[in-house]
C-alpha cells in the first residue's frame, strides 16, 4: 500500500469514527397521534388497529396510553397508569368535553375524534399542524431544544418514552375475554421535563429502567393544548 492510498484510507475511518461519534438524529414529526384505550372497552381493539397501521407512518408519531378507569370492570389493562389517565382528563377539559371516553383520538393536542373512526383521524391529520415550537434535538440522554419567537406562556416540554414493537396481549377476563389484543408504540414513560419559553433550553433525561425504549420529545402549551413540536430519536 502506497502512502497516498494509506492516507486516504486513514481519512476515511477517521470520517467514519466521527460520523459513529454523533448523538442520535432527532426525526421531527409532522403530527402526533395519541390514543386513550383501554384493554377493558370492547370498543377500543378496532382504534388499536387504527393507530397501529399509522405507528408504520415516518411522518406521524403515534403513541398509545393505556388508561385505568376500565380496570374495575373485570380486566386491569397491563400498561395503563394514572399519569395517562390524567393526561386524557386534562384533555377532555381543555377539549370541553364533559369528561373523558375511550377510544379517544387526539391529534396534535388540538382536535379529537372518536379512535374507531378511520377516515374522520386522517382527516384531523391532514387539517392540523404543528406550529411555532422549537427545533429539536435528541443526543443520548441530553435534549436540547432551539430559540424561536414565543409570545404565549412557557411550554411544557414532555419525554415520552413508548415501546416500538407490536405487542400481543391475552385478555383474560372483562369485555374482550379470550381475545388477544395487539398493540404498538405503547407508552410506558411519561415525564415532564420542564419548560420552553423561546429561548434555547437544555434537559438531561435520566436514563430508562426498561430496555428496548424509544425516545420521543413533545413541546405543548401548558393545560393540554396544542403541540407545538415533536420529535423522536
Request: hydrophobic share 45%.
Amino acid at each position: 500500500m502506497d502512502n497516498r492510498t494509506g492516507r486516504r484510507l486513514i481519512g476515511v475511518l477517521i470520517g467514519l469514527f466521527s460520523f459513529a461519534g454523533l448523538g442520535a438524529q432527532a426525526q421531527p414529526a409532522a403530527a402526533v397521534v395519541e390514543l386513550f384505550t383501554s384493554q377493558g372497552c370492547s370498543s377500543c381493539p378496532p382504534a388499536n388497529d387504527n393507530v397501529r397501521a399509522l405507528g408504520d407512518r415516518p411522518d406521524i408519531l403515534s403513541l398509545s396510553f393505556g388508561v385505568t378507569y376500565w380496570d374495575q370492570l373485570g380486566w386491569k389493562d397491563t400498561f395503563a397508569k394514572s399519569a395517562f389517565t390524567a393526561r386524557q382528563v386534562a384533555y377532555a377539559r381543555a377539549l370541553h368535553h364533559d369528561g373523558p371516553f375511550t377510544p379517544q383520538v387526539v391529534v396534535d393536542g388540538r382536535a379529537d375524534v372518536v379512535g374507531a373512526r378511520k377516515g374522520e383521524i386522517e382527516a384531523l391529520i391532514s387539517r392540523t399542524r404543528l406550529l411555532g415550537g422549537p427545533v429539536i434535538d435528541i443526543n443520548g440522554q441530553t435534549v436540547t431544544l432551539g430559540a424561536a419567537p414565543r409570545n404565549g406562556p412557557a411550554a411544557d416540554v414532555w419525554l415520552v418514552r413508548y415501546d416500538p414493537r407490536v405487542v400481543e396481549v391475552p385478555i383474560k377476563a372483562g369485555e374482550n375475554n379470550g381475545r388477544t389484543l395487539p398493540h404498538k408504540n405503547v407508552v410506558r414513560e411519561l415525564i415532564r421535563l420542564g419548560a420552553w419559553s423561546g429561548k434555547a433550553e437544555r434537559f438531561l433525561a435520566a436514563p430508562s429502567a426498561t430496555p428496548g425504549l424509544m425516545t420521543a420529545i413533545l413541546v405543548q402549551t401548558p393545560g393540554a393544548g396544542p403541540i407545538l413540536a415533536a420529535a423522536r430519536a
